[in-house]
């Protein structure tokens, strides 16, 4: 009924997440945005029916923030409690009702990417989830945001880079790709290539990165996809799930979305990309992978903690 967001502008300042910082932000923020949301669904406390929150995983002070939070409402209001996991929830949010016209059904293939996440998963139903393979080192929202440091792009760069690259040509430059053989990724080396390709080129030309910054960052871009593409159509053929759904921060990047738009056009994969507003991390992809726990009777005990690290 309403999906409000408190962004946390702090971060831009230092150019990644400071782990300190953010759960200070999150004990700032949580109550007005309880409000808000309250305000903006036009209901009020006593009429809620259960409470879902992220247990897991994250880091410890901002999980601990909402656990805490989240449990004292669920005790105070007398309704069930229940834990989310944060990778189920992006999953999960292609069934939210208005996440597209056609509903999805399952089974479904999702490509999760974030900045803490990259992995294939074989959607079986609301709770059977197969890991099909994952990344072995850094995310690929990590490989964006790192590259765009290097650039001098702001904090988290992933839309940086994806709004310069609409601007430049993706066959600029090349970067050695991982190759690992089955559904898993590898991330850190490409970071690796960027850096070193850039600081070979800023020998000849010190302002390179300035005067090629659209071509260099379509370039990384088109890499990056090309991995990620190469890795689900591999997952999908040996699968042969029909439905396939991509989720999580950097499923907001317009040249993801373009190639698998293009992918789907081209044979019978019917592919579902899910709107904006449930790409990054948001209350309504909670919500969802709590109702559908809800309608099983889950109610966590107040003992539930909030876990840093969490089996998926
Ligand atoms: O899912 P998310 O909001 O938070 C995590 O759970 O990590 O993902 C954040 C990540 C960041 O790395 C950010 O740079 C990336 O998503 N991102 C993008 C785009 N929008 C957000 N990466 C590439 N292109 C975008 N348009
Ligand atoms: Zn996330």
């Known amino acids: 009924m309403s999906n409000e967001v408190a962004s946390q502008a702090v971060h831009e300042a230092f150019g990644g997440v400071v782990p300190e910082l953010?759960?200070?932000?999150?004990?700032?923020?949580?109550?007005?945005?309880?409000?808000?949301?309250?305000?903006?669904?036009?209901?009020?406390?006593?009429?809620?029916?259960?409470?879902?929150?992220?247990?897991?995983?994250?880091?410890?002070?901002?999980?601990?923030?909402?656990?805490?939070?989240?449990?004292?409402?669920?005790?105070?209001?007398?309704?069930?409690?229940?834990?989310?996991?944060h990778m189920h929830a992006h999953v999960l949010a292609h069934l939210i009702e208005d996440a597209h016209p056609k509903p999805i059904s399952f089974p479904y293939l999702c490509l999760t990417v974030s900045g803490g996440h990259t992995q294939l998963i074989e959607v079986l139903s609301s709770k059977e989830m197969k890991i099909l393979g994952e990344t072995i080192d850094d995310a690929v929202g990590e490989a964006f945001d790192k590259a765009a440091k290097i650039l001098g792009l702001p904090y988290p760069g992933g839309p940086y880079i994806d709004r310069l690259s609409a601007k430049g040509d993706p066959t600029f430059m090349e970067f050695n790709e991982s190759n690992l053989p089955d559904y898993n990724f590898s991330f850190s080396g490409m970071k690796t290539s960027f850096l070193y390709a850039?600081?070979?080129?800023?020998?000849?030309?010190?302002?390179?990165?300035?005067d090629h910054l659209?071509?260099?960052?379509?370039?990384?871009?088109?890499?990056?996809?090309k991995v990620?593409?190469?890795?689900?159509?591999?997952?999908?053929?040996?699968?042969?799930?029909?439905?396939?759904?991509?989720?999580?921060?950097?499923?907001?990047?317009?040249?993801?979305?373009?190639?698998?738009?293009?992918?789907?056009?081209?044979?019978?994969?019917?592919?579902?990309?899910?709107?904006?507003?449930?790409?990054?991390?948001?209350?309504?992809?909670?919500?969802?992978?709590?109702?559908?726990?809800?309608?099983?009777?889950?109610?966590?005990?107040?003992?539930?903690?909030?876990?840093?690290?969490?089996?998926?």
């Open 198 to 210: 850039l600081q070979k080129e800023m020998k000849a030309n010190p302002s390179f990165i300035n």
């Open 22 to 85: 953010a759960s200070r932000a999150h004990q700032q923020n949580i109550m007005p945005v309880i409000d808000r949301a309250l305000k903006v669904a036009n209901i009020s406390p006593q009429e809620l029916n259960a409470i879902s929150f992220t247990n897991g995983p994250g880091l410890l002070g901002s999980l601990l923030v909402g656990t805490s939070f989240a449990k004292s409402m669920a005790l105070a209001l007398d309704i069930p409690l229940i834990p989310v996991h």
């Open 214 to 225: 659209n071509d260099i960052c379509a370039s990384y871009q088109a890499a990056l996809i």
């Open 228 to 312: 990620l593409m190469k890795k689900v159509k591999a997952a999908q053929k040996s699968t042969g799930i029909k439905n396939v759904a991509i989720a999580g921060g950097v499923s907001a990047n317009s040249g993801l979305r373009a190639a698998l738009m293009q992918w789907g056009a081209q044979s019978d994969i019917s592919i579902y990309l899910p709107p904006f507003q449930y790409t990054t991390d948001n209350a309504a992809m909670i919500g969802i992978a709590g109702y559908y726990q809800y309608l099983e009777g889950v109610n966590a005990p107040l003992s539930t903690s909030a876990q840093a690290k969490i089996k998926f």
